[in-house]
């Protein structure tokens, strides 16, 4: 939001510069992001003086460049070449000097003192686009013959300049979203810094208002006064559309408006004057003589300001005339009810809206506007009239005519304002040190607190209207903090604390483990929005009725909450890939949502579950691509030995998971299931090319999800065993195994620990071969055994004999036979 330094001190006598008002500003919470200068013209006509052309002749090397000699109230007159086809003699002209500036389009140019076809030249006499005051360059511009000689044109032209803050402003200070709303937080904190109450708010001035002729009434209608809880109204007749003056639009464009027409341009002015919106429409729009406030029926079709055809959801506040839309209430006028350089009169609105309506169709339609920014966070239901009377009497001085009406206030429903009860020891024991009962009450006062009756021990209150954010006694010593001032409050020269005793394992401090972990491993972390679109869960094994809707969505991509982090993690792949970065090992930790089913485990809201899983994606890739290679991409296997680096960074043994075939499902092409007895806790595998199709993935995707709470509940049960270090040597010995292609290597490794559980320290599997030869649908496996006794060393007797109960087992398990 931009406010306008000079536009401030038109409600505040105030001597503090724009630094100082900046830095007053961010302490009391309306946080100064920026502060720049504005100018009217661009760089403000620096350099440029009036003068007068003394003689021109013809340049002797150039038809089209004139010589000329021009006073511009020095010792000398300046030569300067021109190529202007209107320059003469006497004319009264603006001058750039050498070494002035100028904006043409936008862009700077320095005048230089130079020779132009072999004439000197000292300067430019100058067209009205060259200073930034116009389009035309159809020639130079010409002064009246009265204009004095040698004075700076900014001074002619009286420019004006300013200093513009753009303030963060918080959703629920939407009372500071007005130069007057700024200004009576920077009155409250001179005040109380100045300890006089020297400053006071300047209002403007309706007092003058009053119809000057009856003669146009139109009656209003509310239909839904939930979704409006307040509307007012006059039309004003026998107006003339046209530009507004120097100031109003120098007013506008330093907060970054651009000026329309007089009547808009008050609309907008008293808007960012109050906080309170407004708009006109064209009183020959308002067919049948009423204007009604209700919800078009579905499918009705509007089209806007802007000429774009939308379609209405049913739920629209319109305001209607006797036939049709008009305008979509708070947030956009219609194409045929705006007004024009031939409208003479005008119905002129001044209304409350509600917020959940406003907001609903401004997502809806994908609106926004500075009124819907105002209305969404709720707009002050007292200021209607008196915003209305404002903007009324500036038009009459904008644009002539006369008020046509009496003001209709159709407020069926008033809205009482909050009363609450602070006291005073509640007030010292949140700000953290004594604030005496005069500051207190000094500074509510200059916040618009009412307070309606007072004791030893505090104030009974009633919050001012517009403060929708203020509902409770610490909201209220939040507003007096913050004037009194944050940095105020003592820092206490010692802290007390308490020891916290937390559940092990901390699953936070795992978490950053394994983060760091898998950081460590050329991993990088990402964080998706927990919001997405509900299409993605319509299909690909996903139930889409236990998807979490939200009621109210962002716009219908972020309309569910997340079932997996797959399709986040799918998103994130493919903007990188579209910008060339193909090789990439991603992680993820996050909570995935669903509405629970009758099995599932009771969460802390009834009806729902909530899960935190960890999701690793691998595409491209494994190795950055050398001389010497990075020709091989990321496979299966790189996933699991990933996954199996979690797992033994939390603790937990991999062998002892039962390792399954994930059987069919849609997102992957094939995958690997990991369960801890019953319990399900990983599955891994790469992704379909029918998933990666709708992702606009091409290359091959590895992912792998882990169930996150449930392996840190696994974590939490391992304990920590000191083993001292083998003293004796191990004993390695290898099969060749001929078996079914159907036999995964990891049913070769339960049954050796299910045969020698003693000596058998490790089992693996160092080359597969497969040929037709070997036999139909058979392979080789060739196996690794490595034996250890932690008492003594072992003979080739008893390795021998373990060899032959492992041959045997595979030959009655596995029907195994050894190559």
Not at 459 to 485: K, M, S
Not at 663 to 685: H, T
Not at 783 to 791: A, D, K, P, R, T
Request: glycine share 8%; proline share 5%; with cysteine.
């Amino acid at each position: 939001m931009l406010i306008s330094y000079h536009w401030l001190k038109s409600y505040l006598d105030f001597t503090e510069g724009p630094e100082e008002v900046s830095n007053i500003l961010t302490d009391c919470g309306l946080e100064v992001e920026s502060l720049h200068r504005y100018e009217s013209v661009p760089g403000g006509l620096a350099g440029v003086v009036t003068g007068q052309v003394l003689s021109c002749k013809a340049h002797p090397n150039a038809d089209k460049l004139t010589l000329t000699m021009v006073d511009v109230g020095s010792e000398e007159p300046l030569p300067i070449v021109c190529g202007a086809p209107n320059v003469a003699e006497g004319q009264k002209v603006l001058v750039a000097m050498v070494g002035s500036t100028l904006y043409p389009g936008g862009k700077a140019l320095t005048i230089k003192k130079a020779k132009i076809r072999g004439e000197l030249s000292e300067g430019m006499i100058c067209a009205e686009d060259e200073l930034g005051m116009g389009d035309s360059h159809e020639g130079i511009m010409v002064l009246p013959a009265v204009t004095p000689v040698g004075i700076p044109a900014a001074a002619y032209f009286e420019l004006t300049d300013d200093w513009v803050f753009e303030v963060g402003l918080t959703p629920n200070r939407i009372d500071a979203a007005s130069h007057t709303g700024v200004a009576r937080d920077l009155a409250a904190v001179l005040n109380h810094v100045n300890k006089e109450k020297g400053y006071l708010l300047q209002w403007p001035d309706v007092a003058g208002f009053a119809p000057d002729r009856v003669d146009k009434e139109v009656p209003v209608t509310i239909e839904d006064p939930e979704a409006c809880p307040r509307y007012s109204s006059l039309t004003i007749s026998g107006i003339r559309v046209k530009d507004s003056p120097a100031w109003l639009q120098d007013r506008l464009k330093a907060i970054g408006l651009k000026p329309i027409n007089n009547v808009v341009d008050a609309t907008n002015f008293v808007l960012h004057e109050l906080g309170q919106p407004l708009h006109a429409f064209d009183l020959e729009a308002v067919t049948g003589n009423q204007v009604i406030v209700k919800k078009s029926p579905r499918g009705t079709e509007f089209v806007t300001l802007d000429e774009e055809t939308l379609e209405l959801s049913g739920e629209d506040l319109m305001i209607c005339n006797a036939d049709e839309p008009m305008c979509m209430g708070g947030i956009l006028g219609g194409v045929h009810s705006g007004v024009t350089a031939r409208t003479s009169a005008i119905f002129l609105e001044s209304a409350c809206f509600s917020p959940v309506s406003i907001r609903r169709s401004a997502k809806l339609h994908n609106l926004k506007t500075d009124a819907s920014f105002r209305f969404e966070r709720g707009s002050d239901p007292e200021m209607t009239v008196f915003a209305l009377k404002r903007a009324a009497l500036l038009i009459k001085e904008l644009a002539g005519g006369y008020i046509s009406s009496d003001v209709h206030d159709v407020y069926p429903r008033p809205v009482k304002s909050v009363e609450l009860e602070l006291a005073y020891e509640r007030v010292n024991g949140l700000i953290g040190q004594p604030v005496t009962p005069k500051e207190v009450k000094g500074i509510l006062a200059d916040l618009d607190f009412e307070i309606l009756s007072e004791s030893k021990k505090g104030l009974h209150l009633r919050v001012p209207a517009y403060r929708v954010d203020v509902t409770r006694d610490a909201d209220v010593i939040e507003e007096i903090l913050r004037i009194y001032g944050y940095n105020q409050v003592d820092v206490p020269p010692k802290m007390h604390t308490s020891m916290g005793v937390s559940p092990k394992p901390d699953k936070e401090h795992l978490q950053n483990v394994v983060s760091d972990m898998l950081s460590s491993r050329g991993f990088h972390e990402i964080m998706n929005n927990s919001l997405t679109r509900a299409a993605y869960y319509q299909d690909m094994g996903f139930d889409p009725k236990r998807s979490v809707n939200i009621q109210n969505p962002l716009s219908q991509d972020l309309n569910v909450m997340r079932q997996c982090l797959l399709f986040g993690g799918l998103e994130t792949l493919a903007y990188n890939v579209n910008r060339k970065v193909s090789d990439m090992k991603l992680y993820e930790f996050g909570n995935v949502y669903q509405l629970a089913t009758g099995d599932a485990p009771p969460g802390p809201l009834p009806g729902y579950r909530e899960r935190m899983v960890l999701a690793l994606f691998l595409t491209g890739r494994s190795q950055p691509e050398t001389w010497r290679g990075g020709d091989q991409d990321h496979d299966f296997f790189d996933l699991k030995q990933a996954v199996y680096a979690v797992l033994q960074r939390m603790g937990l043994n991999g062998q002892d998971l039962r390792a399954e075939d994930a059987g069919e499902d849609p997102r992957f092409a094939y995958a690997l299931d990991l369960y801890a007895g019953k319990q399900f806790v990983v599955r891994m595998g790469q992704l379909s090319k029918a998933l990666l199709k709708r992702a606009d993935m091409k290359g091959d995707v590895f992912y792998g999800m882990m169930e996150w709470d449930a392996l840190v509940t696994l974590a939490g049960k391992q304990e920590i065993l000191y083993r001292e270090v083998p003293r004796y040597p191990e004993v390695r010995r290898d099969l060749a195994l001929l078996l079914d292609r159907s036999v995964p290597f990891s049913r070769i490794e339960e049954i050796a620990r299910k045969v020698e559980k003693k000596l058998l320290r490790s089992v693996g599997l160092f080359d597969v071969y497969q040929d037709d030869k070997l036999g139909k649908d058979k392979k080789s496996y060739a196996v690794s055994f490595v034996f250890q006794h932690e008492e003594k060393t072992l003979t080739d007797k008893e390795v021998d004999k373990v060899m032959e109960k492992l041959t045997k087992a595979y030959e009655q398990q596995l029907a195994a036979t050894l190559r």
